[in-house]
């Protein structure tokens, strides 16, 4: 898994021994999903995130109760809208996320897990646990909806190299009220000249 993913190794195995056992949709995030995507981030994650939809909390949070530091509630700041728990597992801070909503200057962002993400998630194999991962083109957005350039550069370099899935591009614009501008930025830097998907070079 390389050097940066020794230390959140067991606490995302010992979370998807748990989660695997339920017929629910989930997903990895954040920079431990991109350095299992290998995109090459210079820092190594310091927590977990995970991602699911409001209408599944009722049966994720039994099964992490023990590891639970602040049960899930409604959290809503300038630019974020979700329910957040916090749990803490083998010492590693690990958050829950369920129906995050991302608001700035270039529109709203709705993160689906169930209804678009989990169909295009990428999976990995650690030991006997098959892990479901955020797709890099939501982490691109994301990303860049956050202003991160130390994330959106590298994740945009390994989308170029390894391909876009256009069908999924194009089902997250349709999807979500985000400007022409912005979808023009974030296609370009992907190598895709504008929103109909049109490869540049």
């Not at 809503?76 to 129906?99: C, D, F, K, P, W």
């Not at 691109?140 to 350039?149: A, K, T, V």
Request: hydrophobic content about 35%; charged content about 25%; glycine content about 6%.
């Amino acid at each position: 898994m390389g050097n940066h993913l020794t230390e959140v190794y067991r606490p995302l195995v010992s979370l998807c021994e748990r989660l695997n056992q339920l017929d629910i949709p989930w997903l990895v995030g954040g920079s431990t999903s991109c350095l299992l995507q290998k995109v090459g981030l210079d820092r190594k994650p310091n927590d977990l995130d995970v991602y699911t939809d409001c209408r599944y909390l009722d049966q994720i949070e039994p099964f992490l109760l023990d590891w639970c530091i602040e049960p899930v509630q409604y959290s809503q700041t300038e630019r974020y809208e979700s329910y957040l728990g916090r749990y803490r597992i083998h010492l590693t801070e690990t958050e829950l996320v369920a129906n995050l909503t991302v608001r700035t200057a270039n529109g709203r962002y709705d993160v689906e897990v169930g209804a678009l993400l989990r169909r295009y998630a990428p999976t990995v194999e650690i030991g006997t646990e098959r892990i479901p991962l955020m797709p890099l083109e939501h982490e691109l957005i994301f990303n860049l909806l956050r202003g991160r350039e130390d994330r959106y550069v590298p994740i945009a370099e390994t989308v170029r190299q390894r391909g876009v899935d256009e069908l999924l591009w194009q089902q997250l614009q349709e999807r979500n009220a985000l400007s022409l501008d912005f979808w023009k930025r974030a296609s370009a830097l992907i190598g895709l000249s504008r929103r109909t998907g049109e490869r540049l070079g």
